[in-house]
């Protein structure tokens, strides 16, 4: 993965900011292995956790204390990812620092790390960083970072202030957002694209897209830049098998869904759906559901789970005692809530019924899933499958399989994921949570 969808343009990692164990922050050191079986590529969006089937452990944290130099306004974030090596950001002096990091071990893999300004930086599928310096500790260019961390050469800055590595190759998008340009590590310029607006490019499941700021999105074919799907004031949500755009609002809201044809998708819709949105959240599949005046209209909920490599529902669910609101995604299972404000869990890739969950207490705000942000879910979305939720003050895992709670940790800050890892964040530091 590589910085795929961290975010509309780079949120520190990729699923909506939640809590986090600020007990834990003052104790934990760097250096302890994480442990766990290995695992596939994870994707942010997909809401995919490695085992988090107890309580974790903290395996490392990186703070002032591991990071030279860090200080300034700004938080410590993970940038990009490629296997084992995490770059990691951080401010320093005037600008920023980055500096690779062994996920395994919590240890950095230079001596030193590059500090670039106003500048980016990025790992490519070679796990070469290229680096855009401005105002930095070398003069002002594009650089490849060896593995010792010393900045070789690779052209000239060309104005450029964000970076992102498309293949072997690195987008670079210059000060203004609006010109980017897909150039070799060693500088060659293999195409060049204009945008009306600031471009946001990320990469999830290796496809291009560039979300501006006046609201448009695009997938580019990252060969030449041209564009396989537009769409304005719209989203873009990619999957292993396809792409979903949901463009407008209210009746005039549209939904399109892309297949995958090859390494890329599609520019042919197989499936167009108005007045229905997209129910947000991270999973492996898209969940539709109706939206607009229409919707207002219906005294219960309906939802259908959708296959974006053809389009076709996999599964619906009507209920008159559904609601319509406050369904939460979460990696291969969904929770679906009822007009008395319990809930059903369902496995998202074929609606096997799993667990119950009875109505919330109002006095225990921290585990009511009306108010909670999904982490993601280990296991596979059978009844073993274990969903992590948190507030701003817990991060909790519960059981699909039951509806109840297997395991929860006070919080203080952000909680996010990472290739499957969790990930806590408070104020200037960051912690790993080793899978359990």
Not at 290 to 317: C, H, I, K, N
Not at 339 to 357: C, E, H, I, N, W
Not at 405 to 431: A, F
Request: some cysteine; proline content about 7%.
């Amino acid at each position: 993965m590589s910085r795929e969808d961290f975010s509309r343009r780079r949120r520190p990692f990729g699923i909506a900011a939640v809590g986090i164990v600020g007990s834990l922050l003052l104790v934990v050191v760097a250096g302890v292995v994480l442990w766990g079986p290995a695992a596939p590529a994870y994707t942010a969006g997909d809401g995919a956790l490695r085992g988090y089937g107890s309580a974790p452990e903290p395996a490392w944290t990186l703070d002032d204390a591991t990071l030279p130099g860090l200080a300034g306004e700004g938080r410590v974030t993970v940038d990009d990812q490629r296997g084992d090596d995490w770059l990691v950001a951080y401010p320093s002096d005037y600008g920023r620092a980055f500096v690779p990091i062994d996920v395994r071990t919590g240890l950095p893999r230079w001596p030193e790390p590059v500090r670039v300004g106003l500048g980016d930086c990025a790992i490519n599928a070679e796990h070469r960083i290229g680096c855009a310096v401005k105002n930095g500790d070398v003069p002002d260019g594009f650089y490849l970072i060896d593995d010792d961390g010393r900045a070789q050469s690779a052209g000239p800055l060309d104005d450029t202030a964000s970076v992102t590595a498309v293949g072997r190759n690195f987008l670079r998008v210059n000060q203004f957002g609006r010109q980017a340009s897909l150039r070799t590590p060693e500088g060659a310029t293999l195409w060049n694209r204009s945008f009306a607006a600031t471009a946001y490019p990320r990469l999830p499941h290796n496809t291009l897209v560039v979300d501006t700021a006046d609201g448009r999105g695009f997938i580019l074919d990252k060969a030449d830049g041209e564009s396989i799907v537009e769409c304005d004031e719209c989203d873009v949500w990619v999957y292993t098998g396809g792409a979903v755009t949901q463009s407008g609002a209210g009746a005039q809201r549209e939904l399109r869904v892309y297949p995958r044809t090859g390494r890329e998708i599609s520019s042919t819709p197989v499936r167009t759906a108005p007045s229905l949105t997209v129910v947000p959240g991270p999973a492996a599949l898209p969940i539709f559901t109706g939206t607009g005046p229409g919707q207002l209209m219906e005294t219960s909920g309906r939802y259908e789970v959708v296959d974006p490599a053809t389009g076709a529902g996999l599964w619906q669910l009507g209920d008159p005692e559904l609601s319509k609101v406050n369904a939460r995604p979460c990696g291969t299972v969904v929770s679906f809530r009822m007009k008395d404000d319990s809930r059903r869990f369902y496995t998202l890739a074929d609606g096997r019924a799993l667990g119950a969950m009875a109505p919330p207490s109002y006095l225990d705000p921290d585990h009511n899933l009306n108010l909670l942000s999904c982490v993601g879910s280990s296991g596979d979305g059978g009844p073993d499958t274990k969903v992590l939720f948190a507030s701003r003050d817990k991060l909790s895992a519960f059981d699909a399989g039951s509806g109840a709670l297997v395991w929860d940790l006070d919080i203080n800050g952000t909680v996010d994921s990472v290739d499957g890892y969790v990930v806590l964040t408070q104020g200037q530091s960051i912690t790993v949570l080793a899978p359990s």
